[in-house]
């Protein structure tokens, strides 16, 4: 049963997109099947793994959450063998208005997914950047949330805002969602006020906070325009080894849970980067086999 991932921050700009690709990707290459829902109308995780939008004009989430097909119609593959996406075009505006009208509107993606969460061990959804029913639609279906950060303060004006929204749809929709944690991006370590904003978010939500930060870097910012998630557009960047440290420690996060462990701890050398199985690194890359996949937790610009 996959374990349904939604990616949420009603602030546009934070990163959202890009840690929902390339989070998949690198959950991917650890051989974990991986479903990326794109959920937001402006289509770019699609166009980010290099889908061109004629071929999924007439098949994606839009559809599927109408009802005019199943979900299993508007997946399609990437180059990663584990990596699967439904794409969204700008018809998802109108579904808000279409949706409002229907009958348990606000279960039309959780439906939906009943027809592959067992395909999968990951689910994730690019949510839009708003708090609308798109988004009510993602928190109702999901087991969990991640918040990407950006390290300024402008960032954290509306935090208290989506952690309500949350709360709501705890209380009404699904009592069992929760914080898997919130993500810091677009980290600028030369900055101080990269670095104070760092430690004023660690401070106030403690353990809700990944080990791992997403640094500011030139290369997660090209990669989309290459339709490439960034572990193959350039691996040995410093984007790449924290994006698959985050894989890395969300996996170590969920072992921890079912484990029964009251408490869940990632020690920073335990979020080092995850072995890539080497047929697969082969396969995709095959120049690649003098790259050491074991980093550390430290990613310097």
Same mark, same amino acid.
């Given at each position: 049963?996959?374990?349904?991932?939604?990616?949420?921050?009603?602030?546009?700009?934070?990163?959202?997109?890009?840690?929902?690709?390339? +989070?998949?990707?690198?959950?991917?290459?650890?051989?974990?099947?991986?479903?990326?829902?794109?959920?937001?109308?402006? =289509?770019? =995780?699609? !166009?980010?793994?290099?889908?061109?939008?004629?071929?999924?004009?007439?098949?994606?989430?839009?559809?599927?959450?109408?009802?005019?097909?199943?979900?299993?119609?508007?997946?399609?593959? @990437? %180059?990663?063998?584990?990596?699967?996406?439904?794409?969204?075009?700008? $018809? +998802?505006?109108?579904?808000?208005? %279409? *949706?409002?009208?229907?009958?348990?509107?606000?279960?039309?993606?959780?439906?939906?997914?009943?027809?592959?969460?067992?395909?999968?061990?990951?689910?994730?959804?690019?949510?839009?950047?708003?708090?609308?029913?798109?988004?009510? $639609?993602?928190?109702? /279906? /999901?087991?969990?949330?991640?918040?990407?950060?950006?390290?300024?303060?402008?960032?954290?004006?509306?935090?208290?805002?989506?952690?309500?929204?949350?709360?709501?749809?705890?209380?009404?929709?699904?009592?069992?969602?929760?914080?898997?944690?919130?993500?810091?991006?677009?980290?600028?370590?030369?900055?101080?006020?990269?670095?104070?904003?760092?430690?004023?978010?660690?401070?106030?939500?403690?353990?809700?906070?990944?080990?791992?930060?997403?640094?500011?870097?030139?290369?997660?910012?090209?990669?989309?325009?290459?339709?490439?998630?960034?572990?193959?557009?350039?691996?040995?960047?410093?984007? @790449?080894?924290?994006?698959?440290? *985050? /894989?890395?420690?969300?996996?170590?996060?969920?072992?921890?849970?079912?484990?029964?462990?009251?408490?869940? /701890?990632?020690?920073?050398?335990?979020?080092? !980067?995850?072995?890539?199985? %080497?047929?697969?690194?082969?396969?995709? *890359?095959? $120049?690649?086999? $003098?790259?050491?996949?074991?980093?550390?937790?430290?990613?310097?610009?």
């Amino acid at each position: 049963m996959a374990k349904i991932i939604a990616m949420m921050n009603q602030k546009g700009g934070v990163g959202k997109t890009t840690s929902s690709v390339n +989070l998949a990707a690198c959950l991917a290459v650890a051989e974990k099947k991986t479903l990326l829902i794109d959920l937001d109308p402006q =289509g770019n =995780g699609s !166009i980010s793994i290099g889908l061109s939008k004629d071929t999924f004009a007439q098949k994606n989430i839009y559809h599927a959450l109408i009802g005019q097909i199943g979900l299993k119609e508007a997946i399609y593959h @990437s %180059e990663l063998p584990c990596f699967d996406i439904c794409p969204s075009d700008n $018809n +998802l505006v109108g579904a808000e208005l %279409e *949706l409002v009208s229907l009958f348990a509107r606000e279960s039309k993606l959780k439906t939906a997914f009943k027809a592959v969460e067992k395909d999968y061990d990951y689910i994730i959804i690019d949510c839009p950047p708003s708090l609308g029913l798109l988004t009510v $639609n993602a928190l109702n /279906a /999901a087991h969990s949330y991640i918040v990407p950060m950006q390290t300024e303060y402008l960032a954290m004006e509306g935090l208290a805002q989506l952690l309500n929204t949350v709360k709501l749809i705890k209380s009404s929709l699904n009592p069992e969602l929760e914080l898997d944690g919130i993500l810091l991006t677009m980290f600028d370590s030369r900055s101080g006020l990269h670095k104070q904003v760092a430690n004023e978010i660690k401070t106030h939500f403690g353990d809700s906070v990944f080990n791992t930060i997403i640094p500011r870097n030139v290369k997660l910012a090209e990669c989309p325009s290459f339709g490439k998630p960034i572990i193959l557009y350039d691996i040995e960047s410093k984007g @790449s080894e924290a994006y698959l440290a *985050l /894989a890395k420690e969300l996996i170590l996060k969920e072992r921890f849970k079912k484990s029964g462990s009251s408490k869940v /701890a990632v020690k920073p050398e335990e979020t080092s !980067i995850p072995k890539i199985p %080497e047929e697969l690194i082969m396969d995709i *890359l095959p $120049n690649l086999e $003098n790259i050491n996949f074991d980093g550390t937790q430290s990613f310097e610009q």
